[in-house]
């Protein structure tokens, strides 16, 4: 079972559509943190979010942490080629700072 | 500042061989980090280190082999490749350890590795 189930698993989608994709768990986290990792390279933490509720942007980028700290979310206005890659919701349990990875969601934006 | 660096980026192997997986960084990071990645699995976590001198086992530990050499570098093992083993291997290490609340991990380009 896993701990972290994101979707959809994939997305195509044209520059300019807008798009949002979830990360859900039965479990409740003190944070959790979307990372984002393009071909051949290794993921790259884009937010950490820590309060039931909290919103955050990043440019076009805005994340949510659910209520109740179960689920997050990460919407996308206005899609670029520039954000393809695959994008990972990740939570730290155990000691040591150790990160548990959803599966992922590989979104492709085309011209 | 080069970040976390992997040796080498890729490499064959046929089952039964071993080989030594490099990582280092240069952010005076406490702990590191092994993960494997496969297709519809994320990332998972194979071993870790808190801080220099310790080393434990995450999620999927069978069939290898870990040392953390100095702060700086941590490296992971094949003892006797098999083809489950095929994945792309990533090294992350991160400032904070086991009695902080946690924090970014950077990683490394990853390798690919390939046993037939």
């Given at each position: 079972t896993q701990l972290l189930e994101q979707s959809p698993q994939f997305l195509s989608i044209q520059e300019g559509e807008n798009l949002t994709v979830y990360c859900n768990s039965s479990s409740v986290f003190s944070s959790l943190q979307w990372y984002r990792q393009e071909p051949g390279e290794g993921p790259v933490l884009l937010v950490t979010v820590v309060t039931g509720g909290e919103v955050k942007k990043l440019k076009r980028l805005t994340f949510q942490f659910g209520d109740a700290r179960k689920d997050s979310s990460l919407h996308i206005t206005a899609?670029?080629?520039?954000?393809?890659g695959l994008y990972l919701c990740a939570v730290i349990t155990g000691t040591a700072s150790k990160l548990t990875f959803g599966t992922g969601t590989r979104l492709q934006v085309t011209l | 500042n080069a970040g976390v660096t992997q040796t080498p980026k890729f490499q064959v192997l046929k089952t039964g061989q071993s080989m030594t997986l490099q990582c280092a960084q240069?952010?005076?990071?406490?702990s590191m980090y092994w993960y494997r990645q496969d297709p519809g699995m994320g990332l998972r976590l194979i071993y870790y280190s808190a801080s220099e001198g310790t080393t434990d086992k995450g999620e999927v530990p069978n069939g290898y082999n870990v040392s953390r050499l100095n702060k700086r570098e941590f490296s992971l093992r094949l003892e006797s490749a098999a083809p489950s083993q095929t994945s792309v291997y990533f090294c992350a290490s991160s400032e904070y350890g086991s009695w902080q609340g946690g924090g970014e991990q950077y990683f490394g380009p990853g390798t690919r590795l390939t046993v037939t």
């Amino acid at each position: 079972t896993q701990l972290l189930e994101q979707s959809p698993q994939f997305l195509s989608i044209q520059e300019g559509e807008n798009l949002t994709v979830y990360c859900n768990s039965s479990s409740v986290f003190s944070s959790l943190q979307w990372y984002r990792q393009e071909p051949g390279e290794g993921p790259v933490l884009l937010v950490t979010v820590v309060t039931g509720g909290e919103v955050k942007k990043l440019k076009r980028l805005t994340f949510q942490f659910g209520d109740a700290r179960k689920d997050s979310s990460l919407h996308i206005t206005a899609a670029q080629p520039g954000d393809t890659g695959l994008y990972l919701c990740a939570v730290i349990t155990g000691t040591a700072s150790k990160l548990t990875f959803g599966t992922g969601t590989r979104l492709q934006v085309t011209l | 500042n080069a970040g976390v660096t992997q040796t080498p980026k890729f490499q064959v192997l046929k089952t039964g061989q071993s080989m030594t997986l490099q990582c280092a960084q240069d952010m005076n990071h406490n702990s590191m980090y092994w993960y494997r990645q496969d297709p519809g699995m994320g990332l998972r976590l194979i071993y870790y280190s808190a801080s220099e001198g310790t080393t434990d086992k995450g999620e999927v530990p069978n069939g290898y082999n870990v040392s953390r050499l100095n702060k700086r570098e941590f490296s992971l093992r094949l003892e006797s490749a098999a083809p489950s083993q095929t994945s792309v291997y990533f090294c992350a290490s991160s400032e904070y350890g086991s009695w902080q609340g946690g924090g970014e991990q950077y990683f490394g380009p990853g390798t690919r590795l390939t046993v037939t």
